[in-house]
């Protein structure tokens, strides 16, 4: 069976620059976001894209999330592919602040983990269905008031941002950057708190991570009522406190005695896909086994080199199953 071709990956951007100077910024008349976002049909062709008949497509995962995506199977959904990677492709463009990891060159789930080496308590915020939780009416105020965009620009930016004008979509590949600049005043007012205290924070995607002095509950609740005056909400159940001397687990990588490592579950998972990979009854079972292994594999490889040579060996030896899925 043919492999279906994969989109193209977004560029890694090599020079940044501030947020005044995107391309987004400052525009004022529709005619002038034709230009940016490359669009050669008609106004009307563009406002009626996100609406469009075969643009998203919508399912749900084993746990019961809803996943909305652009539909590439479809023209029009390849065409809002199109204009959503562009407008993700101008924002990485600008200069991130120090404490954002996602979607950064250079920066990674381990870089946002090595952040908290220091020897002090940490807190741990999750922020609650985060794309869902961005809507809109998020969207277009911060092309409003972060971009300086007009009106009707704003309106239309957000409009191909969202899924049904209602959110940003869970599989968008504009989601990410879009979210964190439409909540970056939060941020930086979490970020102001935590620098004044001599602590560390980073964010990778909604996952948020303080570890500073004396780091308590009052300063979580402090963060919840942040978030909460913009209507978003802190994970109850995900969120807490982290004592100094606990070992700390950040984006996949454990934090013990102020060095990383994979975590203890990263091991026990890899040992059961082998017991698996051992007891598959069906092509089916077996294919799905090592496509599971690996990804935990190259997990752990990126974490401790020591895994590089293993994680390399065994996608060699299993490289049939591999090439037959």
């Known amino acids: 069976m043919q492999k279906r071709k994969k989109p193209p990956r977004l560029e890694t951007p090599k020079k940044q620059y ?55 199977k479809e023209a029009n959904g390849s065409k809002l592919r199109q204009i959503q990677a562009r407008i993700a492709v101008l924002l990485r463009r600008v200069l991130p602040p120090e404490y954002r990891h996602s979607g950064v060159r250079g920066r990674s789930f381990i870089t946002n983990a090595q952040q908290h080496l220091q020897d002090d308590p940490s807190i741990k915020l999750d922020i609650k269905s985060f794309y869902p939780s961005t809507t809109f009416q998020h969207v277009r105020r911060f092309f409003v008031e972060a971009m300086r965009c007009s009106g009707d620009v704003a309106f239309l930016l957000a409009k191909l941002c969202c899924y049904q004008q209602r959110h940003l979509p869970t599989g968008g590949v504009h989601s990410e950057v879009v979210a964190f600049y439409c909540h970056k005043r939060s941020f930086d007012q979490l970020w102001e708190r935590v620098k004044a205290r001599s602590g560390k924070m980073s964010v990778y995607v909604d996952d948020i991570m303080l570890t500073m002095p004396n780091a308590s509950l009052t300063d979580l609740e402090w963060a919840r009522r942040l ?60 294919a799905g086994a090592v496509k599971s292994l690996l990804g935990h594999l190259d997990h752990v490889a990126q974490i401790d080199p020591r895994f590089v040579n293993r994680a390399r060996g065994t996608r060699a030896r299993l490289k049939a199953v591999i090439d037959h899925n």
């Open 227 to 286: 978030f909460a005056k913009q209507r978003v909400k802190i994970h109850p159940g995900k969120s807490k406190v982290l004592s100094k001397r606990s070992i700390k687990v950040i984006t996949g990588v454990e934090i013990r005695g102020g060095k990383t490592g994979a975590p203890k579950e990263q091991h026990r998972l890899i040992k059961q896909r082998f017991d698996e990979i051992r007891a598959a009854a069906s092509a089916d079972e077996l």
């Open 18 to 72: 501030a947020l005044t100077d995107c391309a987004l910024s400052g525009i004022r008349g529709i005619g002038q976001l034709l230009h940016v976002l490359r669009w050669e049909g008609s106004r009307q062709e563009l406002e009626d894209l996100p609406a469009a008949q075969g643009s998203y497509k919508v399912w749900r995962t084993d746990q019961g999330r809803a996943i909305q995506a652009v539909n590439l």
